[in-house]
């Protein structure tokens, strides 16, 4: 009952709001709230070819909307509509801007430590998360995040510091030790850009990790590649050490039908292994995909067909279940505004 009211609610709230976004007319030309609404469906079929399984999967049915007031305050609520069938808030927070480049947000909202091109639907280039991206921790959690832009020289940088509960989201648990940890960008999306970050996550008495990496990336007109590194230490005797890495890259080529506008080549190889020895595991992917997209305004959208190739010594207990861990073919299909 608690969970259908949320639902009405928030599609209620959600509708209000859409209205008074797009009532704004000629006498009202300079709004000082602006509003952003923006959603994913993320649709996928998949076969796992050495088992012979297959299925059908609605992957992710994102909806959200971000506000900014006169430039001072800021906002930011998404939700999944079905998650594997679980309906789940991701994004909740307000932001408070005090100054030119400088920002606090509060509330659920992401961690310093992912970038948004592997762990985000609407921009990854594959149709599967790099390792990376899916087994080290949730992407999200519960605290206070500071980011803080300026240039060196002519460079631009952002400095992140976030306070976390460490218990990831919808969970507000009370803690003696929280996680924090930040990260350093220098550079932008578009050329040259470099990070490295850090992460210290107390999560319970048996769980205790620390994460940090490094990434680079760079991109011109019709090309990027991307590459980054994170290793997870344990510091209690009941986890081991995790340490991932990807590479990846996708050309863009102009297509001119009735239903597509480019054509994008992407491959990638990342790895995923544990520090156990002879009983740990160690797991390499290679992904050759190929995307169809097509731009129409402000509505996007994707066919995508992804082949996975695993080459793996033991069977990882991250993998929930055998057709993780085997070749596949995935055929997706992605639209987001």
């Not at 054509?263 to 009983?279: E, K, V």
């Not at 695993?310 to 992605?334: A, H, Q, R, W």
């Amino acid at each position: 009952m608690q969970t259908r009211l949320f639902h009405t609610l928030f599609v209620f709230l959600f509708m209000v709001i859409s209205h008074g976004a797009f009532a704004v007319s000629g006498e009202d030309a300079k709004p000082s709230h602006t509003y952003k609404l923006d959603g994913v469906l993320k649709n996928k079929f998949e076969h796992a070819t050495e088992i012979g399984t297959s299925r059908f999967t609605v992957r992710n049915s994102r909806m959200g909307i971000a506000g900014d007031i006169n430039g001072a305050y800021g906002y930011r609520v998404q939700v999944e509509w079905s998650d594997e069938g679980q309906f789940k808030v991701l994004d909740l927070s307000g932001t408070i801007k005090p100054v030119k480049g400088l920002s606090f947000t509060l509330g659920q909202t992401s961690i310093p430590l992912f970038n948004t091109y592997i762990v985000s639907p609407n921009e990854m280039m594959f149709a599967n998360r790099a390792f990376i991206g899916k087994y080290f921790l949730s992407t999200r959690d519960l605290g206070l995040i500071t980011k803080y832009d300026f240039r060196l020289g002519e460079v631009p940088t952002r400095l992140e510091f976030g306070l976390f509960n460490g218990n990831a989201i919808n969970s507000p648990v009370w803690k003696k030790k929280m996680a924090y940890g930040g990260r350093i960008i220098v550079g932008s999306m578009e050329g040259a850009r470099v990070t490295a970050k850090i992460y210290d996550y107390p999560k319970e008495e048996e769980t205790h990790h620390l994460f940090y990496g490094a990434d680079l990336r760079y991109e011109a007109a019709n090309w990027k590649l991307e590459t980054e590194v994170m290793k997870r230490e344990s510091k209690t005797e009941f986890h081991t050490d995790l340490f991932s890495y990807y590479v990846q890259g996708a050309y863009v080529l102009p297509l001119k039908t009735k239903l597509f506008d480019s054509l994008m080549p992407a491959l990638r190889w990342d790895g995923i292994s544990d520090t156990q020895g002879d009983a740990g595991f160690d797991v390499k992917r290679l992904t050759a995909g190929i995307d169809f997209g097509s731009k129409r305004n402000l509505f996007t959208s994707i066919l995508r067909v992804n082949y996975e190739w695993y080459f793996g010594t033991n069977s990882p207990p991250i993998f929930k279940s055998p057709e993780v861990g085997s070749d596949k073919v995935s055929v997706e299909l992605l639209l987001r505004f």
